[in-house]
């Protein structure tokens, strides 16, 4: 499947991100025009339907398959005000990512739906899906379809600490002690909000994606590439900063991609 233009849709709430940066490593990775827009909601002129179809997204229960539930007036104005707002606090609220990712297929013209046309949005919103293995919802730092969704709130919160780090959290909570050490102790070994590695990291999920789009196999088995779906935040780091590159056999693809 090859792509003729890819639409990158900005989070300006999280700079970090490095939205013209990374518009211009993916152009030059598969050799196509890729053009900057502001946040999706605001781009599509978003209103209060819009915002009451988000809200209906959200997961109250993540120990039980999504269920639509009818928004109330505060949730829905939530949405709606969230729609122009740059503030860089950050959403914790959970939304089914297939329901997100509805919401937005519904919002893109037909003009521009063909399958040539690939749309990526960055969004502060955590988004999560349910696992029927273990019946309950995790959080996602990527939705990979058309439109694709990179979570800036899932990069930080989906891939795990250090083991090390829960285990002094919890006896720090239960000894009633300070926790303001703890990530200092722990710096490094993960990312935080606003990371200045941020632009780094989103490289490598935005290639997640896109290589979805093209071969319908979105993830590496390999922690030696940048498309491995890492579940720790150490190998996450490994992958996207300490490495940052495909492996050997993703690399082959991509330049048989880009011949044909």
Not at 5 to 27: C, H, M, N, R, T
Not at 108 to 124: K, Y
Not at 129 to 140: S, V
Not at 227 to 235: R, S, V
Request: glycine share 4%; proline share 4%; hydrophobic share 35%.
């Amino acid at each position: 499947m090859k792509i003729s233009k890819i639409f990158l849709y900005d989070e300006p709430s999280v700079p970090e991100i490095q939205i013209k940066e990374l518009a211009g490593f993916i152009s030059e990775t598969f050799g196509v025009p890729v053009h900057v827009r502001k946040s999706f909601f605001s781009h599509f002129k978003s209103d209060k339907d819009t915002a009451a179809k988000l809200a209906s997204s959200r997961v109250f229960n993540p120990q039980a398959p999504f269920e639509t539930h009818i928004p109330t007036e505060e949730e829905i104005n939530f949405e709606e005000e969230s729609f122009g707002n740059n503030s860089s606090s950050d959403n914790m609220v959970l939304y089914d990512g297939f329901e997100l990712q509805k919401i937005m297929l519904d919002k893109i013209s037909n003009e521009e739906l063909s399958r040539d046309i690939f749309h990526l949005a960055f969004t502060r919103k955590l988004s999560c899906t349910y696992d029927h293995e273990d019946n309950r919802y995790h959080g996602r730092a990527v939705i990979c379809s058309n439109p694709s969704i990179i979570s800036t709130t899932g990069i930080i919160e989906a891939p795990a600490k250090p083991r090390a780090y829960y285990l002094i959290m919890h006896h720090s909570i239960s000894q009633g002690l300070n926790l303001d050490t703890l990530k200092d102790k722990f710096r490094g070994k993960f990312l935080e909000y606003h990371d200045k590695n941020l632009g780094q990291v989103v490289r490598g999920y935005a290639l997640q994606a896109i290589f979805y789009h093209i071969t319908a196999e979105p993830f590496c088995d390999s922690k030696e590439c940048i498309l491995h779906n890492a579940h720790w935040q150490e190998d996450l780091i490994h992958a996207q900063i300490e490495l940052g590159k495909l492996c050997e056999r993703h690399q082959r693809i991509l330049e048989i991609y880009k011949k044909a």
